[in-house]
């Protein structure tokens, strides 16, 4: 793993990320970036920015909240993205939404636009391709994991189920 990759953990950190977010990672991963923005929004300067007009009326803003249906300056409490491999196609998103935010968990699963299918104990859902991370699960308690196919997601959940090894901090030498 590069260096890059243990500053921006090493920055989550500083920002008051609680624990070591290598458990939501595959062991092996080329790079991986945790924001706890839960912490963020609770520090002065998270609230500014948060506040800054320019953040509240961003179109980029605007577009994460329709495709999500979760507002990422009150419903997320924390992202990591990581990828296994080296292309930008390789990238898996795992969010977790404020509990608060449970029911617009389940009003974007029952949105008509997507396509479901199981998987164990998960569903994973297939929005158009027009979108950036066209294939998403859920976990049952509510974690959010979204990935350009459908093999990156499943491999996601399975290791949130334990059923891969993850990344430790053993990893950050």
Known sequence: MGWAAAVLVGAAGLAGAESFPGRVAPAGVQWIAHL???AFRATAFGKAVIADPRVAG???KAELAERLGLDPARDIQSLTLYAAGTNRTDAVAVIVPEPAAAERVAAWRSQTNLAAETYGKHTIYRRSLGDGMPFRGVTPDGRLVAALTRDQVGRA?????GKAPALTPAAFP
């Open 36 to 38: 706890d923005l839960a």
């Open 58 to 60: 961003s179109p980029q």
């Open 157 to 161: 959940l399975d290791l949130l189920d």
